[in-house]
């Protein structure tokens, strides 16, 4: 499994939707087996939402995404776990631990109006956080279902 991490400066990107970079780890047995670094075109989210589906991402962890992109990444099967914030190294042990849920790393103010994409699956843990009808489909809301 391959999981993605929008970085800046050591933390997770505020914005996907402008993220220059992830990290994309590699996952097998529950345990990193592989890592590295790799640049996103920025600012075209067609071309973002392409990227990422050419790196083989499963999860994509991020901070804030906007509903546009948010559905491309749906359409491409990669379940995203919005609106997470701090360190990308913390943020990565804490899902591999399946600790991420809850406010601790959840980015300031986005448990109001989108509270389900916070806690839309009880918070259980690495996976849960993320739109609670994702399914199989992935983690992402489907279009116009925010």
Known sequence: MKVA??????????VLDVARQVLVVDIE?????GRREEMLPGT?????????ADLHIETLICGAISEPMAALLFARGIRVL??????????????LAGTLSGQAWTMPGCCGRR?????????????ARG??????TGG???????
């Open 82 to 95: 919005p609106f997470t914030a701090g360190p990308v190294e913390e943020v990565l042990a804490g899902w």
């Open 5 to 14: 991490l929008a970085s800046w400066n050591g933390r997770i990107s505020p």
């Open 29 to 33: 047995n529950g345990r990193e087996a």
């Open 44 to 52: 075209d989210p067609w071309a973002q939402a392409e990227r990422l």
């Open 131 to 136: 739109w609670a009808g994702g399914g199989a």
């Open 115 to 127: 509270m389900r994409w916070c806690h839309g699956a009880g918070g259980r843990g690495r996976g």
């Open 140 to 146: 992402v809301a489907p279009p116009g279902r925010w």
